[in-house]
């Protein structure tokens, strides 16, 4: 069973675009929300995360949207760039418990 | 962000032998470690989770006999792939949760290591 659900599954999008990748999840229990992005042959990196308590994290173009009672949460990534093109994976995990769970993740192409 | 390393980035081996895969935590202690399988454009495939000092916990369908797992130290765990056979070819990738503060919680992963057997 999925635990977060992630689409989609591939974006292409022009450069100085907004990229937005949604996520949602069932169990309430969560409360941590990361976002994780990989280039081809490197390990995922921890990029921005949420908690709960706040509708909304930006940290320079990119930007969580959080969504408590619809249990969904999005990436955004603004002013989209070339070097930006990777697969971005959202995650979930409970504050005492010990797993994270992944979305399947969203191979991102931005073109120039 | 904390680092985690790694070692080694690639490895190509012989079927039938073994492969000892390192991963460290350099700048925070980690009581869990997790330990992923990723084929080429999939996602992340959870395989195992270790904790210090206690015997790793393997996911359904993975053999505990052929991917040992050894997680030392708070800032050392390390997977072996015995007998390797082509099959067991692919990415592996550590990751590891800080326990203690400025990254508490946290999940930070390594940079992988693809394991070519032939």
């Known amino acids: 069973q999925q635990q977060v659900k992630q689409s989609p599954q591939s974006l292409i999008v022009q450069k100085g675009g907004i990229s937005i990748i949604n996520c949602a999840y069932e169990n309430t229990a969560f409360d941590y929300f990361p976002w994780y992005q990989q280039f081809p042959g490197k390990g995922p990196a921890l990029l921005i995360a949420i908690r709960p308590d706040v509708s909304e994290k930006k940290e320079g173009r990119f930007t969580i949207s959080f969504n408590k009672s619809a249990k969904q949460f999005s990436l955004h990534i603004m002013d989209s760039q070339p070097g930006d093109s990777a697969t971005y994976f959202c995650?979930?995990?409970?504050?005492?418990?010990?797993?994270?769970?992944f979305g399947t993740g969203t191979s991102l192409t931005v073109i120039p | 962000g904390a680092v985690v390393s790694q070692h080694p980035s690639w490895v190509i081996c012989k079927s039938g032998t073994s492969v000892k895969i390192e991963c460290r935590s350099l700048?925070?202690?980690?009581?869990?470690m997790f330990w992923y399988r990723q084929f080429p454009k999939q996602s992340l495939m959870l395989m195992a989770t270790s904790n210090e000092g206690s015997k790793a916990t393997y996911e359904q369908g993975v053999e505990k006999d052929k991917f040992l797992i050894n997680h030392a130290s708070l800032t050392l765990s390390t997977l072996t792939v015995t007998s390797a056979h082509p099959e067991d070819s692919s990415f592996y990738i550590c990751?590891?949760?800080?326990?203690?503060?400025?990254?508490?919680?946290?999940?930070?992963f390594g940079s992988g290591t693809q394991l070519s057997v032939l």
């Open positions: 990751s590891a949760r800080a326990a203690d503060s400025p990254f508490y919680e946290k999940l930070f």
């Open positions: 700048d925070f202690q980690a009581t869990t």
């Open positions: 995650a979930a995990s409970y504050n005492t418990g010990n797993q994270f769970y």
